[in-house]
């Protein structure tokens, strides 16, 4: 059943896109409603202290006005108070002491004259165990306050009610025999006369805990969470009415009473209902904006799956996060999800796909207008401030700017709540701190992100573009002339790319890579013949032809061999498009008139991005530069605007979302760089 799943999800994840995304969007929406709280929802918002802004609100139901945390808590401390604590006596164990008292009395003091001190002496001591014992002696102390009611069991029978204080502390035992022997007479014995207590005395009184806690719960129960009970029609509070009070105290009633309510299977069903409509909008508005605003994406099922895979992960987390302890919801580092969206695609999809996120969540946490207003600006911040996320240094910079927006925030809202800072809990800053450092994670996760997914980052672009790669090293022994080449042109292409905003370390790349094919012949192609000999010399204009058409097709080879990924190897297949190779084209229709123009053609595809259509107008000048003999301004000028101009006439960006403006620019930066190639300086007059 498994396998045929999976191959079923297969075809359609290849065959038919539209239906794929199809069933994407329907997995997204259960899989979130289905992490949604399942409660009713109080659709009224309030703060305390601040006017009610609806109209007046009459009870729905009857429901019972809940007491605060703070009355319940001090109900318990009463309670626990007032609880009786019991313990248990065993008066047989005062007897064995009174009885061996009078043989250890003989033994010790039988050298003392039968008089009336030893008589004195004796009875003290009859005096000492009967205060000793009066109550019960204990080994150590519980803890109790000294005026705690106690119930004593005496031999498990008879039930005795007395403070705590009156039992005794076997530990107090030194200090309360010196307080009976002050009296300077006493001196010869007082040792002899102690050590017998410290021998004899041992305890008869002990904790009962299974009775208290039997007490104390059957107390606690007894409880209650309630204080009264408001009546269906019972106006609660009014239109501009100040939320505070008993008003408050309804209100809060009234909200828990709708988030607890048990459902029938009728109303689950139309909360079910009604949570799939908002999250459908609200996943339905992200596709829009794919299909409108970025159609390269919307057509590639891979990163679709991509963005809506990070949308359900950050609800996840926020909804495990919310189940285990609500207080902890800043945590989360919410800000990775722009962060990864804009390493791999842009800042506005990256932005869109954040707030669309954060209206989700809206359903999820408490305070959502306050929580969503903290994550939409955190979310701005991110965007404005990381740029070249390769470049670690922007990334922690970023992120201190992200939290101290939170906590900025947090502590302007506390104030508009409270009204002051006394109360403020200076250790939730802590959360914000930990969300910052959590946020870090972004980078081995976008690593990761590129692996499963097969997607390429600015990182990893930064990686590619190193020259001492084992691919671009391999170019520059085979075909130095191709790797001088694809230097000069990464230089220009990254410079058009920054004038007209493209992705200018994603040209680059592809600009190094674009003619890596020029490796298995690299003698073929003139930037590589030193000795002055040209083997197309042997070959009909045909076949030459074919070799340096197929420079396209063996670099594309190479390239997925070497693992490049398919954003690159985009620039190999693009870089000629479907032009002519109009040298040999030319040679042979000076031979003759028929032949098929097709195998003079180069296969495509045309450019289809900003960035692959710049590489192309870049190759070519910086190609066809060399032709010129004796360069000048005007010579420069001339030269680009007819290259550049032939590939316009051409269609060869028709299929780039590239304007005549960025091309205009283009070509003045090209203009401007192969001037001082040539080191070309201003032309005085005579």
């Known amino acids: 059943m498994t396998a045929t799943m999976n191959r079923f999800l297969h075809a359609l994840y290849k065959n038919n896109a539209l239906l794929y995304k199809v069933f994407l969007f329907a997995v997204t929406t259960v899989l979130v409603v289905y992490l949604f709280p399942k409660s009713g929802t109080f659709r009224y918002s309030f703060e305390k202290g601040k006017p009610w802004q609806s109209e007046n609100l009459y009870a729905p139901f009857d429901f019972a006005i809940e007491k605060s945390s703070e009355q319940l808590a001090l ?26 008292y009078e043989l250890r009395f003989d033994n010790e003091f039988f050298n003392v004259p039968k008089n009336q001190f030893q008589s004195n002496l004796y009875q003290k001591g009859l005096s000492v165990l009967e205060q000793l014992y009066g109550v019960g002696v204990l080994d150590t102390d519980f803890g109790y306050a000294p005026q705690q009611v106690i119930s004593i069991l005496i031999n498990k029978t008879q039930n005795r009610v007395v403070e705590y204080g009156e039992l005794f502390i076997q530990t107090d035992l030194n200090t309360f025999l010196d307080s009976q022997l002050e009296d300077t ?13 410290f021998d004899l005395v041992v305890p008869n009184a002990s904790f009962n805990s299974s009775l208290t806690e039997v007490a104390l719960n059957e107390r606690l129960s007894q409880i209650s969470k309630v204080r009264g009970r408001v009546d269906k029609g019972t106006l609660i509070v009014s239109k501009g009415e100040v939320v505070q009070g008993e008003k408050l105290a309804m209100l809060k009633s009234l909200e828990s009473e709708y988030e607890s309510q048990v459902w029938s299977e009728a109303n689950y069903v139309w909360i079910l209902a009604a949570y799939s409509v908002l999250v459908a909008l609200a996943l339905l508005m992200l596709f829009l904006f794919l299909r409108k605003y970025r159609p390269e994406i919307f057509s590639n099922n891979t990163k679709v799956t991509f963005i809506f895979f990070n949308i359900a992960l950050m609800v996840l987390l926020t909804t495990l996060v919310v189940k285990f302890n609500s207080a902890y919801i800043y945590v989360v580092p919410l800000c990775i999800l722009p962060l990864v969206l804009k390493a791999f695609f842009d800042a506005r999809l990256g ?8 209206l989700l969540l809206g359903f999820v946490v408490a305070n959502n207008y306050e929580y969503m207003f903290l ?9 404005l401030t990381v740029s070249e996320l390769y470049k670690r240094a922007n990334l922690f910079i970023s992120v201190g700017q992200i939290t101290l927006i939170y906590i900025i925030s947090y502590f302007a809202f506390y104030v508009i709540h409270e009204g002051s800072i006394d109360g403020l809990k200076w250790q939730n800053f802590l959360l914000f701190v930990l969300c910052g450092l959590a946020t870090l994670f972004v980078q081995p996760l976008i690593y990761a992100y590129e692996k499963l997914f097969g997607l390429v980052s600015d990182v990893s672009l930064l990686e ?29 292409a990254e410079a058009a790319a920054n004038d007209i905003g493209a992705n200018a370390m994603l040209v680059r790349v592809g600009a190094l890579y674009h003619d890596v094919g020029k490796m298995l012949n690299p003698t073929y192609f003139t930037e590589n013949q030193s000795t002055g000999t040209n083997p197309h010399d042997e070959l009909s204009a045909k076949e030459s032809a074919k070799i340096i058409v197929d420079h396209v097709i063996n670099g594309i080879e190479i390239a997925k061999k070497n693992k490049l990924p398919d954003r690159v190897i985009d620039f190999i297949r693009t870089h000629h498009g479907t032009s002519f190779v109009r040298y040999f084209y030319n040679k042979q229709m000076a031979l003759s008139s028929e032949f098929d123009p097709n195998d003079f053609r180069y296969n495509g595809p045309k450019p289809f991005s900003r960035e692959t259509a710049i590489l192309m107008m870049c190759d ?7 032709s010129l003999k004796e360069p000048t301004s005007t010579t420069i000028n001339t030269f680009v605007d007819t290259i550049i101009l032939n590939q316009i006439e051409a269609d060869q960006f028709l299929n780039a979302n590239i304007t005549f403006k960025d091309i205009e620019s283009i070509k003045k930066v090209l203009k401007h760089k192969l001037a001082n190639m040539y080191h070309l300086r201003i032309e005085y007059p005579e």
């Open 75 to 100: 109900e318990i401390d009463r309670t626990k108070e007032e609880s009786p604590v019991f313990f248990e006596v065993d008066t047989m164990r005062f007897v064995t002491v009174q009885s061996n």
């Open 185 to 197: 007479i006493y001196d010869p014995y007082r040792a002899a006369f102690k050590s017998i207590f």
């Open 351 to 358: 932005l869109f796909a954040h707030v669309i996120t954060v």
């Open 375 to 383: 994550q939409i600006i955190a979310g701005i911040v991110t965007i």
């Open 464 to 492: 590619l573009s190193d020259t001492n790669s084992a691919l671009l090293k391999e170019l520059s022994n085979k075909a130095p002339g191709t790797f001088h080449h694809s230097l000069n042109v990464a230089n220009l």
């Open 620 to 626: 070519s000048v910086e190609a066809a530069s060399k």
